[in-house]
């Protein structure tokens, strides 16, 4: 049974590739201040990684789809009580140029390799990171 103390959330690692192949990660400003991947509560009758999919529409203004499997979870504390975070990759198709919380954050595109340290949970950094080694070693 679910912890009552604990809130389930999904994130998603969106990603494009650029010309010259190089990885980018899409970050969004928080609410509480900083920078952070598109992230959210789990809906009712939604799977993570569909919320995963939807937050990043909403928050960052892209399309894409997310992996089956997360890459990996994190903890923070917010309102009280944990948050649990499954983190998705997901590779974007389309960056729209307006979406639904334009006017609430801002949006930037940062290269992989940068991404865990400019976001501001070290922990959600720590979950970056996974992809960024799944990445080096994809290249090797």
Not at 45 to 64: D, F, K, N, W, Y
Not at 92 to 102: G, S, T
Not at 120 to 140: C, H, K, N, T, Y
């Amino acid at each position: 049974m679910p912890d009552p103390e604990t809130i389930p959330q999904a994130a998603a690692i969106a990603f494009r590739r650029t010309s010259d192949g190089a990885v980018e990660v899409v970050l969004v400003t928080a609410s509480s201040g900083g920078w952070t991947i598109p992230k959210g509560l789990i809906d009712p009758g939604m799977t993570p990684r569909q919320m995963a999919e939807i937050e990043s529409l909403e928050e960052a203004g892209v399309i894409g789809r997310a992996e089956d499997e997360p890459i990996g979870e994190f903890e923070y504390e917010k309102w009280d009580k944990t948050c649990r975070v499954q983190v998705f990759v997901m590779e974007v198709d389309r960056v729209l140029d307006a979406w639904a919380e334009q006017d609430q954050r801002e949006r930037r595109w940062v290269p992989l390799i940068d991404a865990p340290d400019e976001v501001r949970l070290p922990q959600m950094g720590d979950v970056i990171r996974l992809f960024v080694e799944r990445e080096a070693a994809s290249r090797a």
